[in-house]
T-cell receptor, first 113, second 114 residues
Framework: GENVEQHPSTLSVQEGDSAVIKCTYS??????FPWYKQELGKRPQLIID?????GEKKDQRIAVTLNKTAKHFSLHITETQPEDSAVYFC????????????FGRGTSLIVHP | DAGVIQSPRHEVTEMGQEVTLRCKPI?????LFWYRQTMMRGLELLIY????????DSGMPEDRFSAKMPNASFSTLKIQPSEPRDSAVYFC????????????FGQGTRLTVV
């Protein structure tokens, strides 16, 4: 089965700095990579996703990059704001018959004002 | 659509009691997942259903845990008997079987077993 590793487990930055969270996956059949944001006491919600036919996707201050050869993908947040503070989860989903997203352990991002 | 609906939002129970968590997936979604979230283990997949049929329950920690999906709009996760180490947030999520689609999570049930 798929195995997703996520680093770092915690990340502390100053407001306005950039934040980068990295994930690796093991199953080369995975072709869908969503990122979820979970604010304190709330549910995980999708913030951005990328499919294996593109290498980069951007949505305002957040971007995701994918390197299929190396089997890793990253979330980049620029100009961080205190409201970006949350736990971020990466996931990988394979296309080989099961539609089960495998999640990383999560990164707790703290943005200091 | 109101999204994935879970109940109760919070549950406090005594050790040894039976606990039943409930989930209503998004209409039209044919996959339903139960996850457990703890600080130590993160998000763990317990079991998932496809078209109401349990496909993989290898994540269910013990025989004390069981899950059912009697129809496309309802699922339960039952713990009997409950233990303090079962304390966690339990999420239900659903998704469409179409490739490359996200899973939508419910608000979760925070379970505390004392």
């Amino acid at each position: 089965g798929e195995n997703v590793e996520q680093h770092p487990s915690t990340l502390s930055v100053q407001e306005g700095d950039s934040a980068v969270i990295k994930c690796t996956y093991s199953d080369s059949a995975s072709n869908y990579f969503p990122w979820y944001k979970q604010e304190l006491g709330k549910r995980p919600q999708l913030i951005i996703d990328i499919r294996s036919n593109v290498g980069e996707k951007k949505d305002q201050r957040i971007a995701v990059t994918l390197n299929k050869t190396a089997k890793h993908f990253s979330l980049h947040i620029t100009e961080t704001q205190p409201e970006d503070s949350a736990v971020y989860f990466c996931a990988a989903k394979e296309s080989g018959g099961s539609y089960i997203p495998t999640f990383g352990r999560g990164t707790s991002l703290i943005v200091h004002p | 659509d109101a999204g994935v609906i879970q109940s109760p939002r919070h549950e406090v129970t005594e050790m040894g009691q039976e606990v039943t968590l409930r989930c209503k997936p998004i209409s039209g979604h044919d996959y339903l997942f139960w996850y457990r979230q703890t600080m130590m283990r993160g998000l763990e997949l317990l079991i998932y259903f496809n078209n109401n049929v349990p496909i993989d329950d290898s994540g269910m920690p013990e025989d004390r845990f069981s899950a059912k999906m009697p129809n496309a709009s309802f699922s339960t996760l039952k713990i009997q008997p409950s233990e303090p180490r079962d304390s966690a947030v339990y999420f239900c999520a659903s998704s469409s079987g179409v490739i490359n689609t996200e899973a939508f999570f419910g608000q979760g049930t925070r379970l505390t077993v004392v």
